[in-house]
């Protein structure tokens, strides 16, 4: 794993500024704190740029990226990681191709030398965002994984395109314009992004399993943007009828074991993130099974027992001879450490989780890990959130009785109690557009669209005003391929929005990469592996959720490895306790409110209106406040907090010159990559 940036000028003659690129690379320097590289291609107007973190051929000169092709006609720089990359090399070398590094990077340059890129995308396998300019067709394309495990932005200047890894790349670029745009303004603080977009005006996200593709032709760009591939739930009745329930077990098993295999190969050591969960439990499992040595566990504990998982994650790694180490939280130090996690996650965030995974991989950079295998996808795939379940009694059992119907919605109610305002709106709530699109609004928009009345009256006049008669729902639905929709069952359509939606937009960005990369740590979340998706897509809904069971086909999967009791529980949301559910982190939150939401900065910032967050707190303090209220309070007010930060780090502050600054400091300067020395003490990081 890595960090990419680049330049793509619309005037081929105008050249590169090599010292931007170097700043490009060195503002993302903890996503590769093992070296950088800058290149270009003469008369091209192109630039890459790239800093690394070597997991695979650790020999710096032979794997340092950007790379281009011996004719000098192609130009690649890649973020992330290949699988199966040794067998193409191999299949590659034997049918005449010269590779110059071990990297499993380098396979994208030969496919693309041997296919082209649209035949070259089926190959590949993992988690990527790569950036390739073929300079005989003058084309730039773009590409992100399929699911958007791997970052990938885009904006346009004056001058030309300019992308990045993160956001902060793209804003190292003098040329680039900083500031919020009223609806995305209005999206960070109703949690849900528009799939594609950003906070900040034209700055764009590639959609997961999407090329770019960027034509100069005559001092002008054409870009076109289509998907190369999709989730693509078969349509009812087109599953194959004959498999039977052991068969779609026995399919999983395979698919999720080799999933597993491959993401445990690595010139480093590979450790597990373990919660209490059937998803990390399982990939701890297989992981021991596959491995020679014990394998390292990194646990999140909470200082409260009604959040807390590490009874059964230490049952877990006592049961496969894990090697674990538990990182305890307290709330005050969740809130102390939210500044600097804004600085990375590069949007606002709900729940103090994302501080707490920031945290995590700290102390996994600190026990010299710099990969780990995590869990996340397999509730997206098998049906595992109670969002889930919910769409599922409601809209997918046509023949269950009214009455088992609110019985098993009374039932959902109580055992998710402590998240209901976040994995669960409160009450009901429907949006026209996402109907008209979906079937139903699903459960898991829920919450974030019932936020969305409470926003006008949070935003300053000019952004209140830009947002007259604005449809959050509808700007979703906008997005969303209909065609992948239409004929599928109800629990199919909900998990296709929650994948699109909260899996892309959420869980791989505060709560994946950007907190993860933060410390020089790449994760690999084997279940979102694409072959494995092509097997769980098949498995029938009822076997996703069987009766009131989330997960059956995923359980009795892996029920030979899982404890009695992990086996036997329902699915526990995990999160950090909200503000509201202890005195000292509620303080903690008000320091951080106190700073970023008085009067005076409210007014310098210009975002939001102050009146309308004084009522806000207010509301959130009433007595009167039901718990669920409160836990989406909770949010709003973390999303307030988030986007006064925001502003302070990436639209007040010189970035271009921060950047310039970090260069200097870590020694990085134009034609001097191979002198450059791993630059983790320098940035106050463990090396890897």
Not at 60 to 67: D, H, S, T, V, Y
Not at 395 to 403: K, R, V
Not at 431 to 449: K, M, N, R
Not at 615 to 622: G, S
Request: net charge negative.
């Amino acid at each position: 794993m890595c960090g990419i940036g680049g330049v793509f000028q619309l005037q081929p003659q105008q050249p590169i500024d090599e010292q931007v690129l170097v700043n490009m690379a060195a503002i993302q320097v903890h996503r590769g704190p093992d070296g950088f590289g800058v290149r270009g291609l003469p008369d091209q107007g192109v630039g890459f740029c790239h800093a690394r973190l070597s997991i695979i051929d650790l020999d710096a000169n032979r794997g340092r990226q950007p790379f281009v092709s011996e004719d000098g006609q192609l130009l690649m720089a890649h973020n992330g990681e290949f699988y199966d990359f040794q067998a193409i090399r191999a299949s590659l070398t034997a049918q005449g191709h010269h590779f110059s590094s071990k990297s499993d990077s380098e396979i994208l340059l030969r496919l693309y030398q041997q296919r082209g890129l649209e035949a070259s995308l089926p190959l590949l396998r993992g988690e990527f965002a790569f950036a390739l300019f073929d300079s005989r067709l003058d084309t730039l394309y773009l590409v992100r994984d399929r699911f958007g495990v791997k970052p990938q932005y885009w904006t346009l200047t004056e001058e030309g395109l300019v992308f990045g890894s993160e956001l902060k790349v793209l804003f190292a670029h003098p040329g680039v314009q900083r500031r919020f745009s009223s609806e995305g303004l209005f999206h960070q603080l109703m949690q849900t992004m528009v799939p594609g977009t950003t906070a900040f005006e034209g700055v764009h996200q590639l959609k997961p399993g999407h090329v770019l593709t960027v034509r100069r032709r005559d001092g002008r760009f054409s870009i076109e943007d289509q998907p190369y591939w999709d989730v693509d739930f078969p349509r009812s009745g087109e599953r194959d009828a004959g498999r039977s329930e052991s068969d779609h077990i026995a399919a999983v098993r395979q698919a999720l074991l080799e999933a597993v295999e491959v993401r445990m190969v690595a010139d480093v050591p590979v450790g597990c993130y373990l919660s209490g969960g059937i998803d990390s439990c399982s990939i701890l499992g297989l992981a021991a099974a596959v491995s020679q040595n014990p394998v390292k566990a990194f646990t999140i504990g909470f200082d409260d027992s009604r959040y807390d998982e590490t009874p059964i994650a230490t049952s877990m790694a006592e049961a496969t001879g894990a090697d674990q180490l538990v990182m305890r939280l307290s709330g005050n130090e969740l809130y102390g450490h939210l500044e600097a996690t804004i600085w990375h996650t590069e949007r606002t965030i709900y729940n103090t989780l994302a501080v707490a995974k920031f945290l995590m991989s700290r102390e996994v950079n600190r026990s010299h890990y710099k990969v780990v295998m995590t869990g996340e996808g397999s509730d997206e795939l098998f049906g595992g959130y109670p969002a889930f379940r919910r769409d599922m009694f409601l809209h997918g059992l046509q023949d269950l009785p009214e009455a088992d119907r609110q019985e098993w919605e009374q039932l959902l109610q109580e055992a998710n109690q402590l998240v209901q305002g976040a994995m669960l709106a409160e009450e009901q709530v429907h949006d026209p557009a996402l109907e008209a699109v979906v079937g139903f609004t699903p459960s898991c928009l829920q919450p974030w669209l019932a936020c969305a009345p409470l926003v006008p009256d949070l935003l300053a006049p000019q952004h209140r005003q830009a947002c007259t008669g604005y449809q959050p729902g509808a700007a979703i639905a906008a997005t969303l391929d209909a065609s992948q929709l239409e004929g599928r069952h109800a629990l199919d359509r909900a998990q296709y929005v929650w994948i699109k939606t909260m899996l892309e937009g959420q869980i791989l960005t505060w709560g994946g990469d950007r907190v993860d990369m933060a410390h020089a740590m790449e994760a690999r979340p084997a279940f979102l592996d694409h072959h494995l998706a092509a097997v769980a897509v098949q498995v029938p809904p009822e076997l996703r959720i069987k009766g009131k069971t989330e997960k059956y086909v995923l359980r009795e999967a892996m029920r030979g490895l899982l404890p009695e009791q992990l086996y036997r529980r329902e699915k526990f949301a995990f999160m950090a306790p909200p503000a509201h559910a202890d005195p000292e982190k509620r303080a903690a939150m008000q320091v951080l409110a106190d700073r970023h939401l008085s009067p005076e900065a409210i007014e310098q910032a210009g975002l939001l209106d102050p009146a309308g967050v004084a009522a806000l707190f207010a509301r959130h303090d009433d007595p009167a406040t039901s718990p669920a209220t409160r836990v989406q309070l909770d949010a709003v007010i973390n999303h307030l907090i988030g986007v006064q930060i925001m502003h302070q780090l990436f639209v007040a502050a010189d970035v271009p010159a921060q950047a310039r600054e970090l260069a200097d400091r870590l020694g990085w300067r134009p034609g001097a990559a191979d002198q450059a020395e791993p630059a983790y003490a320098l940035i106050g990081m463990s090396g890897g």
